[in-house]
């Protein structure tokens, strides 16, 4: 029988994909404010050099996971029809554009790729992410998105 | 409704990347005081480089009275020059070191960049020895005069001391006046900052018209502090060699990548020219040819063209930026000035005695590209006087694409300019079209 529980397209033997990759890019926009707090305080280049990596490798994964998470968004309707979920996908667009932009910022050299403008806009992702990691818990823990109802379900 | 969104968001990042301001005329920067418009930092700065081409037969364009012809031909990047008193004309063909692993995604894209800008021809590491035995100015003779090299650039001999700058050392060798080829092994006179990082490699050499300091020019080792002012020492400087005992100091320091270091003849001081930075914008920072004062302080890294601090840089020293000298004469921006020598023959015309002649590599960051040029600066007393002049030009066709790129310079016997071509693996030599 159809799962009473909005159900994620793209997973893969009932684990959707969205929410296996997202720790990844959600870590890496995390440590790039820590490291570029730091880089801010020292000036020493290991700290924006390691930011620049993290960026890019938050973007490329963000992507990826951005992709899956809207395929799943687009693809039931349960789902558009969540305000957290509106939330989390609007939120997180801006979270990759920022960063894209952030990512682009740290290819200047030395300290203007993180003071002012870097660090600022590092800042404000994770801000973001609060606030769509909020919206994503609550459409799984509360709005059971992506869980399988029984063993039964179709996936 | 997410869709016009996201296409909304798309073209906003596309209108903010592609703006920065349009480059002005270079001329309003040729001179004693050029003009310094605002910082602009980009998102993507704005990499244009010449696509590199063959001359297939043809060759650069040269002033009235003057004619152009190929020296030599099918070299490996040939990069530096130097005449021997007896005629005979060292060509170096040299390349950079491999670069270090990249520290950050961005050098990935710079190595690449680095690739496309340079001959796909695999540079030598050696010095050729060219001869003119029937007194035409072109050579007849070629031997392979020094081999297996670091990196060399710079050459200068001093009586029969011969000294060779390796990107990493100053190596002295034994010349006998007609000698084609050495063999003696050479002798470290004094090391110089090489790698691991080694991101100005040319080391430019020249010697006191006493014969007894050797000069010789060391690039920063990034653009702006990039890889941490730990990298930078002793670098981004003129050293001072003695040649008696090896010992060095830092003549003159804050010249981000000085090159071309020539005596001017008339006032016996020290000159040279020098890369600025880059990513400040198309018309930041000028290019410039300063002579050189002992003790001197040129500004890099902490400010450009004097007291313009550089906000990129942390820690700041406003003690320093307060003793910074403003250069002498502006190239203009991102020409990448790399050789430069004075006129002291009778061959070209009269108008041309006793300026200087300076290779302009051409830019990479410049939406319209500038310099890939010869242009001669004259010179009173001294001192530059007047606008600088396109004497050697056609290294760029259709706007975008290079058949060669000048480097270094020199004079020959007969009064002849020689301009080492990289990316088109010639000499050219430059001399009057009547005689």
């Given at each position: 029988m159809p799962s009473p529980n909005p159900r994620s397209k793209m997973s893969i033997a009932g684990h959707p994909l969205h929410v296996m990759l997202v720790p990844i890019p959600i870590v890496c926009f995390v440590a790039a404010?820590?490291?570029?707090?730091?880089?801010?305080?020292?000036?020493?280049?290991l700290w924006t050099d390691m930011s620049a990596w993290l960026l890019m490798a938050g973007v490329v994964v963000s992507l990826l996971a951005g992709l899956a998470g809207l395929t799943d968004f687009v693809s039931d309707r349960r789902i558009r029809d969540l305000r957290a979920a509106r939330i989390h996908a609007l939120g997180n667009i801006a979270v990759i554009i920022l960063s894209i932009f952030n990512a682009l910022i740290h290819t200047r050299d030395a300290y203007t790729s993180v003071v002012p403008t870097g660090l600022t806009l590092s800042a404000i992702v994770v801000l973001i992410l609060l606030v769509t990691g909020w919206n994503g818990w609550s459409m799984v823990y509360r709005h059971r998105v992506g869980v399988m109802h029984s063993e039964t379900d179709v996936p | 409704m997410m869709s016009v969104r996201l296409a909304t968001c798309a073209v906003v990042l596309m209108l903010l990347t592609s703006c920065g301001p349009n480059p002005i005329d270079p001329r309003r920067q040729i001179g004693p005081e050029p003009y310094l418009p605002p910082i602009h930092e980009y998102l993507l700065p704005p990499m244009h480089t010449a696509k590199i081409v063959n001359w297939n037969g043809a060759t650069p364009t040269v002033a009235p009275g003057l004619k152009v012809q190929a020296f030599a031909t099918g070299l490996a990047s040939p990069r530096s020059l130097y005449v021997l008193p007896n005629g005979d004309v060292l060509v170096v063909e040299t390349g950079g070191p491999p670069p270090p692993p990249p520290s950050r995604p961005k050098d990935l894209v710079m190595n690449w960049v680095e690739k496309t800008t340079h001959s796909?021809?695999?540079?030598?590491?050696?010095?050729?020895?060219?001869?003119?035995?029937?007194?035409d100015g072109l050579p007849d003779e070629k031997t392979v005069f020094l081999d297996h090299l670091n990196s060399p650039f710079g050459v200068v001999l001093v009586g029969s001391d011969l000294y060779v700058a390796n990107t990493d050392a100053v190596i002295h060798y034994p010349y006998t006046t007609?000698?084609?080829?050495?063999?003696?092994?050479?002798?470290?006179?004094?090391?110089?900052p090489g790698g691991p990082i080694d991101h100005h490699w040319t080391k430019s050499l020249t010697a006191s018209p006493d014969g007894t300091k050797l000069y010789a020019g060391v690039g920063s080792n990034s653009n702006i502090t990039e890889n941490g002012l730990q990298a930078e020492v002793g670098r981004a400087s003129v050293w001072e060699i003695d040649r008696a005992s090896g010992s060095?100091?830092?003549?003159?320091?804050?010249?981000?990548?000085?090159?071309?270091?020539?005596?001017?003849?008339?006032?016996?001081?020290?000159?040279?020219?020098?890369?600025?930075?880059d990513e400040l914008g198309p018309d930041l920072v000028p290019d410039y040819l300063t002579s050189v004062k002992d003790g001197g302080f040129y500004g890099w890294p902490y400010s450009y063209y004097g007291q313009h601090p550089d906000p990129r840089v942390k820690p700041e020293r406003p003690d320093l930026v307060r003793q910074a000298i403003v250069p002498d004469y502006?190239?203009?921006?991102?020409?990448?000035?790399?050789?430069?020598?004075?006129?002291t023959g009778t061959n070209l015309p009269?108008?041309?005695?006793?300026?200087?002649?300076?290779?302009?590599?051409?830019?990479?960051d410049r939406t319209i590209l500038n310099g890939y040029k010869v242009v001669y600066v004259p010179f009173q007393n001294g001192h530059p006087a007047g606008a600088a002049e396109d004497v050697v030009t056609g290294f760029v066709i259709d706007g975008d694409k290079a058949r060669g790129r000048p480097v270094g310079l020199a004079?020959?016997?007969?009064?002849?300019?020689?301009?080492?071509?990289?990316?088109?693996?010639?000499?050219?030599?430059v001399s009057a079209s009547s005689p």
């Open positions: 404010l820590i490291t570029d707090i730091a880089y801010s305080q020292t000036a020493k280049m | 796909p021809t695999k540079p030598g590491q050696r010095i050729l020895l060219f001869r003119d035995t029937n007194g007609g000698q084609t080829r050495i063999t003696a092994a050479g002798a470290k006179l004094c090391d110089l060095h100091r830092e003549y003159a320091t804050g010249l981000r990548n000085p090159n071309g270091l020539q005596f001017e003849p008339q006032t016996q001081r020290l000159w040279v020219v020098v890369n600025e930075r502006a190239l203009s921006s991102h020409v990448a000035p790399l050789g430069m020598v004075f006129y009269a108008h041309y005695r006793g300026g200087a002649f300076v290779g302009e590599h051409g830019s990479w004079m020959d016997t007969q009064g002849g300019l020689l301009i080492a071509d990289d990316t088109g693996n010639s000499v050219w030599r």
